[in-house]
């Protein structure tokens, strides 16, 4: 018979196998977003997935899909200062301002705009929030956002809107810093 530790040992592989399999395509989506070679995303996922199940042996994570994402925005951000080359925007041209002098400030940079990008999410109404971190950093469709929430497309969209609105605004001053 197994011991009582061998059995919350094993109780905790499953919990962890189920969040795994639970979070791997959202999190893919993800990464590939920010990092277009497919080996560095793989890297990447499994970097996170590496930490998660050491972090989750030691303690409880309670929201464990916030966790990881946050995990692989800290492995990405880590990629690219650890490429000499690495320049920001090679993440998403059109969202992420650009820095138009290479060198150890982009990190600097990408750091700055990533804290920005963090707090300025956190001001947005919850509804806002949501649908643009599902719409923007999870790859989920407005038609699958609607179909799930029971909210219609047009409000999905409209929320959105309101949202990068927001952004702009308060990533305005980071911006300017990064063209200069």
Known sequence: MASESALKQMAADEDITVAIEGQRNRLRNFIRKW???????????????????????L?????????????????ITDFFRTRKSARFEELRPEDVPSSQAAGPEDAYLQSLFWQALDTALAELPEEQ????????????????????TGVSVNTLISRKHYAVVHLRERLREIYEEFIQ
């Open 35 to 57: 990092v277009p070679d497919e080996g560095t995303v793989e890297d990447i996922l499994q970097d996170v997935f590496y930490e998660f199940v050491q972090a989750y042996r």
């Open 129 to 148: 929030r949501d649908v643009f971190i599902a719409h923007e950093f999870e790859g989920r469709s407005f038609k699958d956002l609607a179909a799930e």
């Open 59 to 75: 303690t409880e994570i309670e929201q464990v899909g916030a966790w990881l994402f946050r995990v692989a925005k800290n492995r």
